[in-house]
C-alpha cells in the first residue's frame, strides 16, 4: 500500500517562517550574549526597580560637583517630609563635609557614588576594587556610617565591577526612571518625564550636582503629583526591604 503525505501551501508557508524565526532567535543570542539580559540569583545583579505592588517610589539624587543646588534641594525635601537617597561621590564629599553632615542630618539615606568619576568598566579588577574602597573609606570617615548601597559613576558597569561590589558587600543600584533633569530641557519637562514613567517599586535618578539646575524647581510638583495618586516616597533601603531582589536585571555596561 502505498501512502501520500500531502502537506498544503499555508501550512509549508508557516512551518517554513517558524523555522526562519527560530534561526533570528539563534543569531540574536549569539551576537548579543556579551550584552544580554540576564535573570540568576548566583550571579551579582544591578536593581533597577523592585516587582512590588505597593505604592512605593524611591528618589534619588546623584551628587558629584559643585557647591550651589545641593542644600537647596536638601532644605525642600526636609520641608515636604521626603524620604530620600543620596548618592554621593567621594571626592565631592570631602570638599563638602558640611553639607554631607546637613544631609545625614535631615536622616537621608548615603550611598557610594565612587572615587574618581570615570568608567568603571574599562578599569582593571584591581583599579575597581581600589576606587570603591577608596570611596568607602572617605564617605564612613565623612557620614560615620559604612555605605552599603553604590551607583557606579555614569551608570557604567559589567560583570567584573558587579562581582567586586559584591565582593565588597555593595549592591549596585540603577534606576528604572531617569529624569534627565542634567539635560535642563526645562521644567514641565523634568516633571512630565517623571510622572510619566513612575510606577510602584520604581527608582527614580536625579542629580544635585550644579550642572542639574532645574532640578529644585520640578522637585515640588513631582512629590505634589506622585502623592496625589497615593505613592508614599521612602529611601531605597526602604524600597528593597518590600521584596526579594534575587532576581534582579543584570546588564553590561549600562550608562
Do not use: C
Request: glycine residues 6%; neutral net charge.
Amino acid at each position: 500500500m502505498n501512502f501520500f503525505y500531502v502537506l498544503n501551501g499555508r501550512r509549508i508557508k508557516r512551518y517554513f517562517f517558524m523555522f526562519i524565526a527560530a534561526l533570528f532567535s539563534i543569531g540574536v543570542v549569539y551576537t548579543e550574549r556579551d550584552n544580554i539580559t540576564v535573570f540568576s540569583q548566583s550571579e551579582p545583579a544591578a536593581v533597577y526597580s523592585i516587582p512590588t505592588n505597593k505604592k512605593v517610589i524611591a528618589l534619588t539624587f546623584d551628587i558629584s560637583w559643585g557647591e550651589k543646588r545641593a542644600e537647596p534641594i536638601i532644605d525642600l525635601l526636609k520641608e515636604k517630609g521626603v524620604n530620600a537617597t543620596f548618592f554621593l561621590s567621594s571626592v565631592w564629599s570631602k570638599e563638602h563635609p558640611e553639607t554631607v553632615k546637613k544631609i545625614v542630618d535631615a536622616g537621608f539615606e548615603i550611598g557610594s557614588h565612587g572615587h574618581k568619576h570615570d568608567f568603571y568598566s574599562k578599569f582593571s579588577d584591581e583599579e575597581i576594587k581600589k576606587q570603591i574602597q577608596t570611596a568607602h573609606t572617605i564617605l564612613t570617615e565623612t557620614t560615620g556610617k559604612a555605605p552599603t548601597l553604590i551607583r557606579m559613576p555614569n551608570g557604567d558597569f559589567d560583570k567584573r565591577v558587579l562581582r567586586i561590589a559584591k565582593e565588597l558587600n555593595y549592591t549596585v543600584i540603577q534606576w528604572d526612571t531617569d529624569s534627565l533633569d542634567w539635560q535642563n530641557g526645562g521644567t514641565s519637562n523634568i516633571v512630565n518625564r517623571v510622572t510619566a514613567k513612575a510606577h510602584p517599586g520604581d527608582i527614580v535618578l536625579m542629580h544635585a550636582s550644579d550642572s542639574s539646575k532645574q532640578t529644585l524647581e520640578a522637585l515640588p510638583a513631582i512629590i505634589d503629583h506622585l502623592r496625589a495618586k497615593g505613592y508614599e516616597l521612602v529611601t531605597v533601603s526602604s524600597l528593597l526591604s518590600q521584596t526579594e531582589v534575587g532576581q534582579s536585571q543584570v546588564q553590561d555596561k549600562v550608562k
